[in-house]
């Protein structure tokens, strides 16, 4: 599975991105998609997650309230809305897809759950 992940940018504390991950993939609707980040010498954390029909999602903590992950099956896109902004959410943000198939139906917050990912989109907030 190809992802490209677009949309990051530099932006001032309080303020709002939206970032885009288009697949190639023809299974995408089986697939739980994700979002992850990853600062300079910390691991990679994650972010959001959403089932295969984007009726149900997950955050981070760190995030829940400030950020929306949705999908559009028929564009074969995962969108992660970020608003309210904080310098601490500056990373790179990667979006991520679980392996198609009823065995890999649950949402994960482990990045080893991912087989396919894009390949990062700079997201920069300024205080």
């Known amino acids: 599975v190809q992802l490209q992940a677009s949309g990051g940018g530099l932006v001032q504390a309080g303020g709002c991105l939206r970032l885009?991950?288009?697949?190639?993939?023809?299974?995408?609707?089986?697939?739980?998609m994700g979002w992850f980040r990853q600062s300079p010498r910390k691991e990679r954390e994650f972010v959001a997650a959403?089932?295969?029909?984007?009726?149900?999602?997950n955050y981070a903590d760190s995030v829940t309230g400030r950020f929306t992950i949705s999908r559009n099956n028929a564009k074969k896109t995962v969108y992660l809305e970020m608003n309210d902004l904080e310098p601490e959410d500056t990373a790179v943000y990667y979006c991520?897809?679980?392996?198609?198939?009823?065995?890999?139906?649950?949402?994960?917050?482990?990045?080893?759950?991912?087989?396919?990912w894009g390949q990062g989109t700079q997201v920069t907030v300024s205080s």
């Open positions: 959403i089932s295969r029909s984007g009726g149900v999602t």
């Open positions: 885009s991950c288009a697949a190639s993939t023809l299974t995408f609707s089986s697939r739980v």
């Open positions: 991520g897809a679980q392996p198609a198939g009823p065995y890999y139906a649950r949402m994960s917050i482990q990045s080893t759950n991912y087989d396919s």
